[in-house]
């Protein structure tokens, strides 16, 4: 089934010719069906490729996916322009008396910071704490990852000493876990951070187990028991180019950067990288949208239990 994207919408070209189904909102309104409905908060710079990103990977499943884009108004995109914003994105003001089967959460720049010194943190606190009633679950990636574990948690991110940057091994920590359904013992996901989560800190919260880390990268895939809330720390949406472009970027501001680790061919970065993280990437997506959206997700949406008093809304 199709993910359900508007038809102006950039990404719709980009997917269509990769055969990914994509469906327009006119015809969706005569199928009978209850679509997914799924919020992507994006918070990346870089709109239009990251939403494409996103929208490659939930359109890779069974299940027809209704996404609305979400953007940050408290804060003003530099990168993107207003126009597209007007006609494809929403306001959380515009959803906040909506609710949603899922809710994505992207990376964003800024990690170097503390959280409370981001532009937009009183109005991300905000979506937090209204998607613990008004969202089935949550997938946070990257920063969001840490943001929302800090947030819940109160789990702090540290400094690394050099940004954690290219394609790293990871191991499988629950091999029978729902999310992990099909992957390999080891797989492939990039990073691209300057801060990390630690175990210790993590293994303090009684909610939450440690699904997937990497001996290099650390901690990779952490969800909470009842699978309401997901945390990965990689990027495994990213395309191909994706890191290469970073790492230009780095070196046209001439920062004191290191070749992305297992990237590019023979650490030549004038060879094209091979992607060798995709399959697992779309297998993690569909994984969570089947196991943890799909099939526990009440279908009226309004039956989405407080996390207070465990009652639905009426």
């Not at 949550?138 to 940004?163: N, T």
Request: contains cysteine; glycine residues 4%.
């Amino acid at each position: 089934m199709p993910v359900r994207i508007p038809e102006t919408l950039p990404a719709r070209v980009i997917l269509e010719s990769e055969n990914i189904f994509v469906i327009g909102e006119n015809r969706a309104r005569h199928q009978d069906i209850r679509p997914l409905r799924v919020a992507l908060l994006n918070l990346m710079p870089t709109k239009i490729v990251t939403e494409t990103q996103f929208l490659r990977l939930l359109g890779n499943s069974p299940l027809q996916v209704d996404v609305t884009l979400l953007h940050m108004a408290s804060h003003r995109s530099k990168n993107v322009s207003e126009e597209h914003l007007i006609n494809h994105y929403k306001s959380f003001a515009q959803v906040r008396r909506q609710k949603f089967d899922g809710l994505i959460i992207t990376g964003a720049p800024v990690e170097e910071l503390p959280f409370e010194d981001v532009d937009y943190w009183p109005e991300l606190v905000e979506i937090m704490d209204w998607a613990e009633s008004n969202v089935f679950a949550s997938l946070f990636i990257c920063w969001g990852a840490q943001a929302g574990l800090y947030h819940y948690y109160g789990i702090p991110k540290y400094p690394l000493p050099e940004k954690m940057f290219g394609v790293f091994p990871h191991r499988i920590l629950e091999p029978y876990h729902e999310l992990l359904r099909g992957f390999d013992d080891v797989f492939l996901a990039p990073h691209s951070r300057y801060t990390e989560i630690r175990r210790t800190d993590i293994e303090r919260v009684p909610q939450l187990a440690i699904l997937a880390e990497s001996e290099q990268a650390g901690i990779h895939i952490v969800t909470t028991r009842d699978g309401q809330k997901t945390f990965v720390t990689g990027h495994s949406e990213y395309d191909a180019l994706t890191l290469k472009e970073e790492y230009d970027r780095d070196l046209g501001k001439e920062l004191s950067i290191r070749i992305p680790v297992n990237y590019f061919p023979d650490d030549d970065p004038s060879r094209t990288p091979v992607v060798r993280w995709k399959g697992h990437a779309t297998l993690f997506f569909a994984n969570w949208l089947n196991y943890h959206v799909y099939e526990n997700t009440p279908y009226d949406l309004r039956q989405i239990p407080s996390p207070l008093t465990g009652k639905a809304a009426r």
